[in-house]
Nanobody, 119 residues
Framework: VQLVESGGGMVQPGGSLRLSCAASGFIFRDDDMTWVRQAPGKGPEWVSTISADGSNAYFADSVKGRFTISRDNAKNTLYLQMNFLVPQDTARYYC?????????????WGRGTQVTVSS
């Protein structure tokens, strides 16, 4: 299993970024996929999850209304569209296979991509 994130960078507050996660080594269309982020000095924070067929999406309250998750099962790629970014969104963003919660843990993770929101 390989998950490779891209699309991070530095952006001003109010700006946008689109993260991508290229998946390989498993049947991508069969798995729920998740984005998790970790800010410096803080623990991991669940951001969003999308169901295997893309029909259901879930968001943390901190990003609801600003972020959109999507997937292209034909391209084995997961996306996170981030709009109206604020400095609190600064973190390393990880793509993960499966669910992330107090009772579930993804079985595969990417190495992450850094997002920095700063003026």
């Amino acid at each position: 299993v390989q998950l490779v994130e891209s699309g991070g960078g530095m952006v001003q507050p109010g700006g946008s970024l689109r993260l991508s996660c290229a998946a390989s080594g498993f049947i991508f269309r069969d798995d729920d996929m998740t984005w998790v982020r970790q800010a410096p000095g803080k623990g991991p924070e669940w951001v969003s999850t999308i169901s295997a067929d893309g029909s259901n999406a879930y968001f943390a309250d901190s990003v609801k209304g600003r972020f959109t998750i999507s997937r292209d099962n034909a391209k084995n790629t997961l996306y996170l569209q981030m709009n109206f970014l604020v400095p609190q969104d600064t973190a390393r963003y990880y793509c993960a296979r499966g669910l992330y919660s107090s009772t579930d843990a993804p079985d595969s993770w990417g190495r992450g991509t850094q997002v920095t929101v700063s003026s």
